[in-house]
Every structure is written in structure tokens, then in C-alpha cells.
């Protein structure tokens, strides 16, 4: 079974720009999407962005679309979310997902995020 490792988070201040990765070991990415969520204590957690690993279409949550990018490194079995001009409301801890069908089962442990202003 696929499992998930993510890496990249840290403080940034705001308006600055962090990559996050998301690395796929015990197996490859194939029919999956992949996706990024975020959670902050006491909120629920929130769709970020997905890429179809197939075909690489991909599909954002409105708050960050025009500063975030995700994308996908077959060589490499990772998908990357660029982040750009970050907000301190961007804070949280960010997690990927897979899934084939349904609902996203793989879960990572997440990575976390902290935006100073």
C-alpha cells in the first residue's frame, strides 16, 4: 500500500513563497489523485488543491487559486504544491491524500505551515 511522507513546511513570512512535497513510498502513484488539505486546532480540515495523476488536471480551492500550483514528478513519485504570496490565514498543517475511488484513504502526517505578518 501506497504510503505518504510530506516535507517542506516551515515560517515564512508573509507574502513569501514555500514548496511542500508529497513522496509516495511502498508503491507508485498510478490511477490516483493526489491531493493537499489543511487544517488549523479546532476547524475542520480543508480541500487545498488536487492533480489527477494520469492526466495532471487539476483543481483548486478558490482562496488560493492564482497563488498555489500543484503538480506532479513521475520520476521522482511526488507531487509538489508551490505556494506563493502567502497569507497569515494560509498557517496550518498541511496534509496529502490519495485515493483511486471514492474518498481519499492515504492520508500523510502532515507538514505544517506557519504565515507571519
Known amino acids: 500500500q501506497v504510503q505518504l511522507v510530506e516535507s517542506g513546511g516551515g515560517l515564512v513570512q508573509a507574502g513569501g513563497s514555500l514548496r511542500l512535497s508529497c513522496a509516495a513510498s511502498?508503491?507508485?502513484?498510478?490511477?490516483?489523485?493526489i491531493g493537499w488539505f489543511r487544517q488549523t486546532p479546532g476547524k475542520e480540515r480543508e480541500f487545498v488543491a488536487q492533480?489527477?495523476?494520469?492526466?495532471?488536471?487539476?483543481f483548486y480551492t478558490d482562496s488560493v487559486k492564482g497563488r498555489f500550483t500543484i503538480s506532479r514528478d513521475g520520476a521522482k513519485n511526488t507531487v509538489y504544491l508551490q505556494m506563493n504570496s502567502l497569507k497569515p490565514e494560509d498557517t496550518a498543517r498541511y496534509y496529502c491524500?490519495?485515493?483511486?475511488?471514492?474518498?481519499?484513504?492515504?492520508w500523510g502526517r502532515g507538514t505544517q505551515v506557519i504565515v507571519s505578518s
Open positions: 511502498g508503491g507508485t502513484f498510478s490511477s490516483h489523485e
Open positions: 492533480i489527477s495523476w494520469r492526466g495532471g488536471i487539476t
Open positions: 491524500a490519495a485515493r483511486e475511488y471514492g474518498t481519499y484513504d492515504t
